[in-house]
């Protein structure tokens, strides 16, 4: 595996990637900014993502590389002189359909994770919902494409303090062969004249992530159906290929092999990182029985020089 670091972008694209996007003038950008501060309360100022989170949005996005994928945030609004979107957690999705330049949901979906929120809320005790979504780049620039830009002012239509998450991966340094795991946070905001076609342009996001003492329960739930999430995805493409493919029973064969060897694949990428996690938590729990073992007989032994008799629990 590749070594890799992570960069987090919230500001502009460099010129190289300016290449690729359209995108507003600074004439057009400082008139943005400017909408953006006189309305505050549509625009979100900042966004404060649990490490645990961001744990599942990667691992997630790291499944694939030659499609991407998409999940919704779970979190909560704090509405003051500015906007703070803070995500507790993050529900993976099954994938309506798979494709290298964007990714589809299906209604069943988004219902299924908003009951997955109420439940997180009535758990936590908090007022939990949907806050924003996000999907991975896998070999592309992080930054958002037309398609993107339209589907988040879609979401921005019902909530206006929608957000979205970008995870460009599998890129990697040319010179230094170094990947990047590359986030970034965005809205869209149209800018073109009332009673003209939209044109939606990135209006960018700071984001934070937040270190947590503990992992989630809800994330280590995210982190554990991963698998069974991308076995049932698999699972009914082989389906709609029976459907298509007819009664030919070597065409089957064929698609059942390349979904057996797909995955074992996924199983590999995601219940390795997984199992050596819990071998990681074994050898702490292990290295620490034994030290405070050490720490008893410690006191053991000053408890009878001193003649100090131990409390019997």
């Not at 909560?76 to 703070?84: A, K, L, P, Q, T």
Request: proline share 5%.
């Amino acid at each position: 595996m590749m070594p890799a670091h992570l960069v987090v972008w919230s500001g502009t694209e460099s010129e190289n990637d300016s290449m690729l996007l359209s995108y507003p003038s600074p004439l057009a950008l400082s008139h943005l900014y400017a909408q953006r501060l006189s309305i505050r309360t549509m625009w979100v100022s900042q966004v404060r993502l649990a490490v645990d989170a961001y744990l599942v949005c990667l691992h997630h996005a790291l499944t694939t590389e030659k499609e991407e994928v998409m999940g919704l945030l779970v979190g909560e609004f704090s509405e003051g002189r500015e906007v703070v979107c803070d995500i507790h957690s993050a529900v993976t999705l099954r994938r309506s359909d798979k494709r290298k330049d964007r990714v589809e949901i299906s209604p069943e979906m988004l219902i299924e994770a908003q009951q997955r929120a109420e439940q997180m809320s009535a758990s936590s005790g908090k007022e939990l919902h949907i806050v924003g979504w996000y999907h991975s780049h896998p070999h592309i620039t992080v930054w958002p494409s037309d398609i993107d830009l339209q589907t988040q002012a879609g979401y921005q239509q019902m909530d206006s303090h929608f957000i979205g998450l970008i995870f460009s991966v599998y890129n990697e340094d040319k010179k230094t062969k170094i990947g990047n795991h590359q986030v970034t946070c965005f809205q869209a905001s149209n800018q073109s004249p009332e009673g003209e076609p939209p044109q939606y342009v990135r209006l960018p996001v700071p984001i934070e992530i937040l270190s947590t003492p503990i992992l989630a329960s809800n994330n280590q739930q995210a982190l554990d159906n991963l698998c069974s999430t991308l076995h049932e995805e698999q699972s009914e493409f082989l389906q709609l290929s029976r459907q298509q493919a007819g009664e030919d029973p070597v065409t089957h064969l064929h698609n059942i092999a390349v979904m057996v060897q797909s995955v074992c694949r996924l199983s590999s990428l995601v219940l390795g990182p997984l199992v050596s996690r819990v071998e990681e938590q074994l050898s702490h729990v292990l290295t620490t029985t034994k030290y405070l073992k050490q720490e008893e007989e410690h006191l053991k032994e000053l408890s009878s020089e001193n003649n100090v008799a131990l409390p019997v629990l």
